[in-house]
């Protein structure tokens, strides 16, 4: 069975500090996608990465970092020096085995606040 | 590049009544997802087409909702009878890889 956990249901911070995503995954493929995807208030989901099974290079994007380790089934996301407009739901979702067929699970989200 | 189009945005009906989604995709999209996403919930694939042809319709109730895509275009997704449960937002999105572009929902509200 594929299952994708986000265990952090909400998370509040205060602006200009750093915060994680956890999420972690379950799949018996060996070949599969990862993604993170940003809800904003206005409901549209917005890509922000997506990684593959064999590619376990941690990558860094602005303030935006991913760290992905297999051994753990975990793709975690970090967002650095926080701003309020990363005020969002941010969901995690796996696409197995690799194939424009397979669906994407998704998590069920960690809607992040950031204080001013 | 215009984005995935959806309407309407908003829809209020009463339980047991009828209501229709409609979705244009990107053009060239082969690819196009239904998803419903429950309030405090992450998106659950309803339907997913490839051109005309129904790749996975696994999740879909298929004795009150249905869905085609004429013409390997634009697609309507019905709910035929409502239920109190099925409010939500019904989200579109198009693909021609793997990477997924959803439309802005539309927030359905069943009283």
């Known amino acids: 069975a594929q299952k994708v956990t986000q265990a952090q249901t909400e998370i509040s911070v205060v602006e200009k500090e750093d915060v994680t995503l956890d999420c972690v995954y379950e799949?018996?493929?060996?070949?599969?996608?990862l993604f993170w995807y940003k809800q904003p208030p206005s409901g549209e989901l917005v890509f922000l990465i997506r990684r593959n099974s064999f590619d376990e290079q941690n990558e860094i994007s602005g303030r935006y970092s991913w760290n992905f380790q297999k051994s753990t089934s975990s793709f975690n996301f970090t967002i650095t020096a926080s701003q309020v407009v990363d005020s969002a739901v941010y969901f995690c979702a796996l696409r197995a085995p690799y194939s424009s067929a397979s669906k994407i699970i998704f998590g069920s989200g960690t809607r992040l606040s950031i204080r001013p | 590049e215009a984005g995935v189009a959806q309407s309407p945005r908003y829809k209020i009906i009463e339980k047991r009544q009828s209501v229709a989604f409609w979705c244009n995709p990107i053009s060239g999209h082969a690819t196009l997802y239904w998803y419903q996403q429950i309030l405090g919930q992450g998106p659950k694939l309803l339907i997913q087409f490839q051109n005309n042809g129904v790749v996975d319709d696994s999740q879909l109730p298929k004795d009150r909702f249905s869905a085609e895509r004429l013409k390997g275009v634009d697609s309507t997704l019905k709910i035929q009878p409502a239920k109190l449960e099925d409010s939500a937002v019904y989200l579109c999105?198009?693909?021609?890889?793997?990477?997924?572009?959803f439309g802005p929902g539309t927030r359905l509200t069943v009283t």
């Open positions: 999105a198009s693909s021609w890889d793997y990477e997924q572009y």
């Open positions: 799949t018996r493929d060996t070949t599969y996608y």
